[in-house]
DNA sequence: GCCTGGCACTCCGGAGACCCGACTGCTAAG
DNA sequence: CTTAGCAGTCGGGTCTCCGGAGTGCCAGGC
């Protein structure tokens, strides 16, 4: 392999062409039907030494002598990163998008689940999302509320907004002043603080001053605890069904291995999230795509997928993706992508989201 | 098709043994078979006779000429009333279910999540989980909590638990007192009611009441809503893996179906709430099964689902189901089914659910 | 030196042809 | 009522064959 070769302004378009023909017809492309379909100016003759030659520097491979070349992973990534132009989103797709986020949920939840749906309705493709961590967040407030002589409600807000509630029961009357009083301790004493650094021995500490019993003490840092755990990422997935229509996974034994995937969302995270991390604070949206191996799981070896990250106020940045095979309309998808992520970051940043 | 027909002990053994050896086997079963790895004590002939009559009356069919016989949607049906000898969990299978609860988390969601993917590991199938609604739950209590001049914390507490909550910002500054009389005043008003009787014109009364601003009203309005929305069924499902590795959904097309009928939560809930509802209040937990055509679907009609409702407290009644081929293990899935509905009953009833 | 037409070669995949094996239904006899 | 035996049916696996698509290479032309 050469990893020198020059693409020439000739070997780049028959690349291109290569990649666009396959994406779209699923079938190796030859150095024939190029020259039908697309006027060269040469005969098939020097498009085979050219295909050859790009063969050669590891852009395309044949799946078998005597067929047509299929793109590398290099292949795809040169043109996703060099040749193929820009799509921008059709008049339809932002039609459907707007519409969609116009009605859309409050809930966090809700909101990244319908996200997936309209977008792997759009794409034809697998569509993930992953909401902003709550991570880092600042303590805001705790507040105990009284019910009723025996039952409690104890809330805890972040700056990610309400992190844990819970109703309590207790085994004796309690008086609303002691709620009050210990609420109003522990506000004073964790002001300002991160929610990594409210422990339980604190909550203790505050509670032994206050001489509140075990019981309440016990609720109170269950509650500390929550919210603590309140931070863990939210995931969704929607449209596995769509890839059954791809021809690559018509193997079943290719298909049982995406389908684990996609169920578990342990995985799924991982494989978006470094693509999180290496987009550090987000200060550009852009659209990333990884191809093959370049997603380092043998399962998806054949898979490609298109991620941009969202933004979600104070709350940090949130990922949608869309996974599908290597041979995907990576224009368009990168369009739907990011222009789904622009309306559901302005939607999460316009409404009051719970 | 002759519905009266009797099965005396040799047919009803017959029919118990076919469906049995087709379950294990996914087979069509002949008579040769039969008498080799059962002793019947009869030729092949007589089975063979036999078994025409049982094709006759409905309880076997022949996927073709010159092939074996399988059971019918009434093949299966009779076995599973009549024929099928119960069984009860193994050692294994319910310390498994012990230790999974053992762990298991606090919040609703969560918990039913963990036991679909429990219940489609040890079933082998897909698992569905549906939580109970919330309802026709009581009003308890709201609070509008002062944080800081122009911001505040609603929270809606039902029957249910908290139903609702969510930090709000105000334009102008808010006084706590203002909150705190606002609060008591739709408390006295909505207590003992139940929430789908509390609606925006009840909200806006009070508030008008207490000349509170629009600001404030409307973000009140918007927590009862949320708070009668929160009654939403929540639904899980695990394992749409597993049924890949049944050979009657190798069809790409039945798998789509069957792929589609899952991402569509809404399906899935109908699918599983008519029981639901038939069960009424549930005094006995007992597991229903629906096979084939009894399932009013037709992407369903060569699949069974078995059901077992649970009831979790005050808030009602969910439901536990597995989904896969006709051709399941009828009494190992209804032994855990039960078994798992049985540990959540419990767990959700032990613990402190959020 | 690059391009091109032509030719020989390779290989996949679909269409038949074929046979084997697994059943059944039926009949006639015990 | 049961049974052995037999003829008939049908699906599915295997084998062969052939066409089509495509390649690589070579020799000649611009």
Redesign the interface.
Same mark, same amino acid.
């Given at each position: 392999m050469n990893d020198k070769l020059e693409l020439d302004k000739r070997k780049a378009f028959i690349l291109a062409t290569v990649v666009y023909e396959y994406i779209n017809t699923a079938e190796p492309v030859g150095s024939v039907t190029l020259t039908q379909k697309y006027n060269l100016g040469v005969s098939s003759a020097t498009i085979r030494n050219e295909m050859a030659e790009l063969e050669a520097g590891g852009y395309l491979v044949q799946p078998h002598t005597s067929a047509g070349r299929i793109p590398s992973d290099a292949g795809y990534r040169t043109y996703v990163d060099r040749l193929m132009q820009p799509e921008s989103l059709t008049k339809d797709d932002s039609r459907r998008i707007r519409d969609e986020f116009r009605e859309a949920s !409050?809930?966090l939840g809700d909101v990244i689940e319908q996200t997936t749906r309209l977008l792997s309705g759009l794409s034809g493709n697998l569509a993930i999302a992953i909401a902003p961590s709550r991570d880092s967040h600042a303590f805001? $407030?705790v &507040?105990l509320?009284w019910?009723s002589p025996r039952t409690s /409600?104890i809330?805890v @807000?972040t700056s990610g *907004?309400?992190a +844990? &509630?819970?109703? @309590?029961?207790w085994s004796t009357d309690v008086a609303a002043d002691d709620l009050t009083r210990l609420s109003n301790a522990l506000n004073t004493r964790f002001g300002g603080r991160v929610m990594e650094d409210v422990g339980a021995p604190d909550v203790d500490a505050v509670c032994a001053e206050l001489h509140v019993s075990a019981q309440i003490r016990d609720a109170v840092r269950a509650a500390f605890a +929550?919210s603590r755990k309140a931070g863990e990422p939210e995931i969704a997935a +929607? *449209?596995? &069904?769509n890839l /059954?229509d791809q021809p690559e996974f $018509?193997d079943?034994r290719k /298909? !049982?291995a995406i389908? !684990?995937i996609i169920?578990e969302q342990r995985t799924l995270y991982d494989l978006i999230a470094d693509e999180l991390a290496a987009d550090g604070t987000g200060t550009d949206p852009a659209p990333h795509v990884r191809i093959g191996h370049e997603l380092r799981a043998d399962e998806l070896s054949e898979c490609s997928v298109v991620t941009v990250p969202y933004r979600f106020g104070d709350r940090g940045v949130g990922m949608l993706a869309i996974l599908g095979p290597r041979r995907m309309p990576y224009g368009r998808l990168i369009a739907l992508a990011s222009g789904t992520a622009r309306s559901l970051g302005d939607h999460l940043n316009d409404v009051?989201i !719970?």
């Open positions: !409050r809930e805001k $407030h &507040q509320i019910l /409600l809330v @807000v *907004g309400v +844990a &509630q819970s109703v @309590v029961e +929550a +929607a *449209g596995a &069904q /059954l $018509h079943l /298909l !049982r389908l !684990r169920e009051e !719970r």
